[in-house]
């Protein structure tokens, strides 16, 4: 008896030792690496992102701002090309690290971010209508990285990329 509650003793101690860290690590992963890891120009770490926003609750205790006005002053369906949710990830990426005081230093990896984002969603589109999608995806990306913000995009380069689906 005594050996076999030493046994389980041990199988008991590994199995913590085992399955412990990986709780530890992600307890311990603070909000700049979580942040981090949720702004790259990757599809995972849009997707991780996505994920994180459909359910914020494990998320909580990070205190992350999720709030957006998507586009800015910019449409958010220019043309008809849905681009509201890679601009909720750019607000959220501007919000949070605006919060966290690094925002310049992150900036530049957070446009080019919303770059790729808009790039992966026109090619969702047929190959008819991608050259305009490309076209807008381009001004937009242009004016967060120039202007910092949508507000610069004007409804001329709207109409240019309208003529690329004639």
Known sequence: MHRFLRRSLVILVSTVALIAPAAVARAAATKAEVLSSWTQTTAASTNAWNAARLDRAPWASYGFDWSTDYCSSSPDNPLGFDFTLSCWHHDFGYRNY?????????????????????????????????????????????????????????????????????
């Open 98 to 166: 605006k919060d966290l005081g690094t925002f310049s230093s992150n900036k530049s990896r957070l446009d080019s971010m919303f770059y790729a984002d808009l790039k992966r969603k026109c090619a969702t589109y047929s190959t008819l209508t991608q050259p305009a999608c490309y076209s807008l995806a381009w001004t937009y990306y242009e004016a967060v990285c120039v202007f910092g913000s949508l507000a610069a995009v004007q409804p001329s380069d709207v109409d240019r990329a309208r003529k690329l689906l004639r």
